[in-house]
């Protein structure tokens, strides 16, 4: 069965640190990869995605991904945060079988906490 | 654009009890999952709709829960009865494409917080 494994349960970073969360999943075949964000009080929303090409991916407020498929990998940076990242952040994958997708399959997620 | 709108958002119930939860997803949109997130872990995925046929339930435990889109609207999941292991909170999303074409962009409600005492 497939699975994400998030490897940092709770990061603290002082603003303008940079940021790297890891992800990688379990599955040998063709994947696509995901990162929502949820902000205190809020709801769950999708902060980039890659299905193909540019293994580098650009997302909402300044965050990006890489795909490194040999490593299984698909972690998130940010050169420099916010105290407005303060989320909790979630890798999540679903396996591409060709004409139809797998069903989303979430990390336990990471909190971020940025002390201004 | 009104987004997902969930019900109750909170509810404190002892075992056994039943409860239900109501979902609204964003208008037109033909899919509906209701997932299960339990403290420190990442949701799990317990029933897909597509309209209001089921596309995927294989995560439910059909024992005691139960849930159903009769219009191909909105939705309800029961539990009957609850455990002390069913706490959590049951978050309802809904997509745009259909169940074969999934691109993950899922729209979030903020869900409803389960308490069994």
């Known amino acids: ?116 | 654009e009104a987004g997902v709108a969930q019900s109750p958002r909170y509810k404190i119930i002892e075992k056994r009890q039943s409860v239900a939860f109501w979902c609204n997803p964003i208008s037109g949109h033909a899919t509906l999952y209701w997932y299960q997130q339990i403290l420190g872990q990442g949701p799990k995925l317990l029933i897909q709709f597509q309209n209001n046929g089921v596309v995927d339930d294989s995560q439910l435990p059909k024992d005691r829960f139960s849930a159903e889109r009769l219009k191909g609207v909105d939705s309800t999941l029961k539990i009957q009865p609850a455990k002390l292991e069913d706490s959590a909170v049951y978050l309802c999303a809904s997509s745009s494409l259909g169940g074969a074409e999934i691109t993950g962009e899922l729209f979030f409600g903020e869900g409803s917080r389960l308490t069994v005492l």
């Open chain 1, 1 to 116: 069965a497939q699975s994400v494994s998030q490897h940092n349960h709770h990061v603290i970073l002082s603003e303008a640190a940079s940021l790297e969360l890891g992800c990688n999943y379990s599955y040998g075949g063709t994947v696509n990869l995901f990162w929502y964000v949820q902000y205190p009080g809020q709801h769950l929303q999708l902060l980039l995605k890659y299905f193909s090409g540019d293994p580098l991916v650009k997302g909402i407020k300044g965050f990006e991904a890489e795909f490194i498929k040999s490593k299984f990998s698909f972690n998130l940076r940010k050169p420099s945060v916010q105290w407005s990242d303060t989320a909790e952040y979630f890798c999540a994958v679903n396996v591409n079988y060709g004409g139809s997708q797998g069903n989303l399959i979430f990390g336990k997620g990471t909190k971020l906490s940025v002390k201004p």
